[in-house]
């Protein structure tokens, strides 16, 4: 087919399409190839197709290729060597666990169809398949169709899927929604547990009538020991109403503890994240805000040295002298006085202050707050002593040079 696939052996053959294992010979594998009989639906068969190819879950069988040769219509579809469902349940009921197993798969694959807007409307165990890892996977959606949409809906009077396992609302020839998944669910559940069929009759419209009419039995009437929790959303999925029963596959999933899934973010794909500016070279990198908090408050202690430094100079024309011989204690500066002189205002210039005095010997004695960093003093000219601790943040040097006196605020 198409020059690529080599049919190997025949699956299925249907009154649709037929169902070839085959080789891709391009991508050397193994393939599914159903071809579309002649005198069958094409318009289904793409529409088949396109809704296959939406999908990507792992209990949904992927669609890998779709095509119109000379011959006939194919889709390449995902090899399933497993066997069906419908073949599993030929020997009677299966366990609780396994059970539960495959229904939890089923409504994950139905909660991903019905979330991108899809309906299957013809779920029943023959087109439930498994995979190599005994992994259930949705097959055949040639009866699915948008939820809604012009030209979507099931034609009136007209029957779609399978007698044993249609809706009501199918039944009656009525629009088909995820609801309509949902009691096809509901049935084969019922068969699980229990190993046989809801309803049996000897033809389809009997059988059909009594899906619209006739009330399920409990499945506790044929298996006492089943769940309870499987048998009452069993029960819950068989309802007549539509509205009554589970809304979708995602209902389906909450009622069976399984939350629908979600998918994890990789460390590649995280959330934007809001970074710190980048700083230059040299810089605290503080933000701006803090920055300037941190400007003003060196403006300010500035300012405060200077205004310390000149009252102390002021308050040297009136104080006695003092003699300190040791030099200082911690935080403070002082050596012999001689003749005490006036001195002029100070005048502020930021971080540091000046006062212009004749030339003599003054003594200044002030005390600092120690804190945290060391002050570096550097007198090129005279010899003044200086004692700081290494945890001084505002410090008064003076310097005695050519009558001039300087004090250094804030480091």
Do not use: C
């Amino acid at each position: 087919m198409a020059g690529r696939y080599r049919l190997d052996e025949l699956q299925g053959n249907g009154p649709m399409s037929q169902v070839w294992r085959a080789h891709d010979r391009t991508l050397d594998r193994t393939v599914a190839l159903k071809i579309l009989s002649p005198t069958a639906d094409l318009g289904r068969f793409r529409r088949e197709a396109k809704a296959v190819a939406a999908l990507a879950h792992e209990n949904v069988m992927r669609v890998y290729d779709y095509g119109e040769d000379e011959a006939r219509p194919f889709m390449a579809l995902e090899w399933l060597p497993g066997e069906t469902l419908e073949s599993r349940l030929a020997s009677g009921p299966l366990p609780p666990a396994e059970t539960h197993r495959i229904a939890v798969s089923i409504a994950a694959g139905l909660a991903h169809l019905h979330g991108r807007g899809l309906v299957h409307r013809d779920l029943k165990p023959a087109n439930v398949l498994f995979d190599e890892d005994d992994r259930p996977k949705l097959g055949d959606f040639g009866l699915a169709r948008s939820i809604a949409g012009p030209g979507t809906l099931t034609e009136a009077g007209t029957v779609l899927g399978s007698a044993a396992y249609i809706s009501p609302e199918q039944a009656a020839a009525e629009p088909a929604g995820a609801a309509s998944d949902v009691y096809s669910f509901g049935v084969i559940l019922f068969r699980m547990l229990t190993g046989a069929l809801p309803f049996v009759a000897d033809d389809a419209l009997a059988l059909v009538n009594m899906h619209l009419h006739t009330p399920p039995p409990a499945v506790d009437m044929l298996q006492p020991d089943a769940p309870q929790e499987l048998a009452a959303l069993t029960a819950a999925a068989l309802r007549k109403d539509p509205a009554q029963r589970p809304a979708d596959g995602a209902a389906l999933l909450t009622a069976l503890g399984a939350a629908p899934p979600t998918v994890p973010v990789s460390a590649d794909t995280d959330a934007t994240q809001v970074l710190p500016a980048p700083t230059t070279p040299g810089t605290t990198g503080f933000p701006r805000r803090s920055a300037a908090v941190i400007a003003a408050a060196v403006v300010v202690l500035a300012a405060a040295g200077g205004v310390l430094a000149w009252a102390v100079t002021q308050s040297d024309t009136s104080s006695p002298a003092v003699s300190d011989p040791t030099g200082s204690v911690a935080g403070t500066h002082g050596r012999t006085a001689t003749t005490p002189a006036a001195a002029p205002p100070a005048t502020n210039t930021g971080q540091h202050e000046q006062h212009t005095r004749p030339r003599t010997t003054t003594s200044t004695s002030h005390t600092t707050t120690p804190t945290t960093t060391p002050a570096t003093t550097t007198s090129p000219v005279t010899t003044a002593t200086t004692t700081t601790t290494p945890t001084t943040t505002t410090t008064a040097t003076t310097t005695a040079s050519g009558g001039t006196t300087t004090a250094t605020g804030t480091n």
